[in-house]
């Protein structure tokens, strides 16, 4: 699977849960939400290896 | 994970209140929290003109459009500080605009530069040893104020969600700072001549919420923070609290809501708490607050009457 978060992308083998892969990229799952096709996706969903996720930050705006 | 009310697959699961909702249905929940917190403190009426600081954020765009669908009369006000990096205000104000004109919706704009003079980074400079953050707060509640009153609005509401409140609350305890403490509160009052009403409908929601609304509902919002708000104390008060929060779902919210309610009650530091009166354990005699068993010849009470050496009497 594909994981983009701001200017950064991860490339991850193999199916994993979007919750797994958000700690594994070194972020905070209570920190950004996850969208899958656009469309919002809760973060025990499994993804497949050509998928691709966008993460959007939580916390923003001023 | 499922939608609790239909079955659906889930877009947001909030493990604080055991609920997870499809877009329909949360889109659906989040205006009844906060016409839920309107009716609790009393913020505003049916009827009453309300303007709403909008900043072009996730927070302040989502309450404006919350309201609307609530069917309040809910303008906005959007202050261009003249933050120059990235055209942070100018493409702020563009959110704005693009959010009334799609919901028909009045605002006004006050820049700060025009109306004034200087942009906010520029009396922050002017200003040594003010940071800018508290510049622009300055600034901001000066004028939101003089135009809510020279409006004719009712209340003037801001877009602070729990979170914000819960960071706000956990620095002012840290310092105990009292004075803070005992005003924070999701309704300002007009307390004084030329003082606007000020109110905060999102205190029941946390920010993840808000975030998931704005996408959910296709709000365009300005997704880069105020690049002088990067590295502030808030946000690292809100990291500590989002881990207490993963360990313990709901912290976060018994954190700010219970002391809201503590105060309301008057049981905040009140000194009630140091005047308990004690009695007697009518088993071993040391002190206890009830009548009765104290807790401890309570703990043994079933154990004892099971070895049948020990009688015991409520």
């Excluded at chain 2, 100018?90 to 003079?117: D, I, L, M």
């Excluded at chain 2, 040594?128 to 622009?136: A, E, F, I, P, Y």
């Excluded at chain 2, 704005?214 to 990067?230: F, H, K, M």
Aim: charged fraction near 20%.
């Amino acid at each position: 699977m594909k994981i983009i978060y701001r200017d950064k992308t991860w490339e991850m083998p193999g199916k994993i849960t979007i919750r797994d892969a958000i700690k594994k990229v070194g972020l905070h799952p209570t920190a950004v939400l996850a969208l899958r096709d656009g469309k919002l996706v809760t973060d025990d969903v499994v993804v497949g290896p050509d998928e691709t996720i966008k993460l959007i930050a939580v916390v923003s705006g001023g | 994970m499922k939608c609790t009310k239909c079955g659906e697959p889930a877009v947001i699961n909030m493990r604080q209140h055991r609920l997870g909702l499809c877009a329909e249905h949360f889109l659906e929940w989040v205006p009844t929290q906060v016409e839920r917190a309107i009716e609790k403190y009393a913020m505003f009426a049916p009827g009453e003109r309300v303007l709403v600081a909008v900043s072009g954020g996730k927070d302040s765009l989502s309450l404006w459009d919350i309201l609307l669908r609530l069917g309040y009369p809910a303008e906005g006000i959007y202050i261009n500080l003249g933050v120059p990096q990235g055209d942070y205000s100018n493409v702020s104000q563009q959110k704005v605009e693009q959010f009334a004109a799609q919901h028909g919706a009045a605002f006004r704009v006050v820049n700060v530069q025009a109306e004034y003079g200087q942009t906010i980074p520029q009396v922050a400079h002017r200003k040594r040893g003010r940071s800018t953050c508290s510049v622009c707060g300055l600034i901001k509640r000066h004028i939101m104020n003089q135009v809510t009153r020279e409006g004719g609005y009712a209340v003037l509401a801001t877009g602070h969600n729990l979170d914000d409140e819960a960071a706000v609350l956990f620095q002012n305890t840290l310092h105990w700072a009292t004075g803070y403490l005992a005003r924070q509160a999701p309704v300002l009052p007009a307390s004084h001549v030329g003082l606007a009403r000020k109110v905060k409908p999102l205190i029941r929601l946390y920010e993840r919420e808000m975030a998931a609304y704005a996408l959910v509902r296709g709000i365009d919002y300005i997704y880069e923070e105020c690049p002088y708000s990067r590295g502030a104390t808030t946000l690292f008060y809100k990291q500590l609290l989002d881990q207490l929060e993963e360990t313990s779902p709901g912290a976060k919210q018994s954190f700010y809501l219970e002391f809201l309610q503590a105060r309301a009650e008057g049981r905040l530091l009140s000194s009630e708490a140091g005047e308990v009166e004690l009695h007697g354990c009518s088993h071993c005699g040391q002190p206890t607050t009830a009548p009765g068993l104290c807790a401890f010849c309570r703990l043994w009470q079933q154990e004892e009457v099971n070895h049948g050496d020990t009688e015991y009497a409520e």
